[in-house]
């Protein structure tokens, strides 16, 4: 069995600052690209962030030098520093992570129950 479980969400004013975290627990070999997500109501499920084992991140457009993706290798956990919200933010921020159980097994797809980021203006 393999959980994420997300943390940090909130409100917040506009301009604000939130910390997402989101950690990665069970059997667990490997871990290879951690990201997050977010999803507004009557929207798709978009990417926010991404970073790769070896730390290398990449972000959406949108969030561009407002946002910053971490990870703790050691711990299995992965980060989202989000500043400067914008009412725009508004969504639940997931965390999916590409994990490999064993070392026979493939690499999969998980995700977190998803954490509750609103800004208001």
């Known amino acids: 069995q393999v959980q994420l479980v997300e943390s940090g969400g909130g409100l917040v004013q506009t301009g604000g600052s939130l910390r997402l975290s989101c950690a990665a627990s069970?059997?667990?070999?490997?871990?290879?690209?951690m990201s997050w997500y977010r999803q507004a109501p009557g929207k798709q499920r978009e990417p926010v962030a991404t970073?790769?084992?070896?730390?290398?991140?990449n972000y959406a457009d949108s969030v561009q030098g407002r946002f910053a993706i971490s990870r703790d290798n050691a711990k299995n956990i992965v980060y989202l520093q989000m500043n400067s919200l914008k009412p725009d933010d508004t969504a639940v921020y997931y965390c999916?992570?590409?994990?490999?159980?064993?070392?026979?097994?493939?690499?999969?797809?998980?995700w977190g129950q998803g954490t509750q980021v609103t800004v208001s203006s």
């Open positions: 970073i790769t084992s070896g730390g290398t991140p």
């Open positions: 999916n992570a590409q994990i490999k159980r064993l070392a026979f097994t493939p690499m999969s797809d998980y």
């Open positions: 069970g059997s667990i070999f490997r871990i290879n690209t």
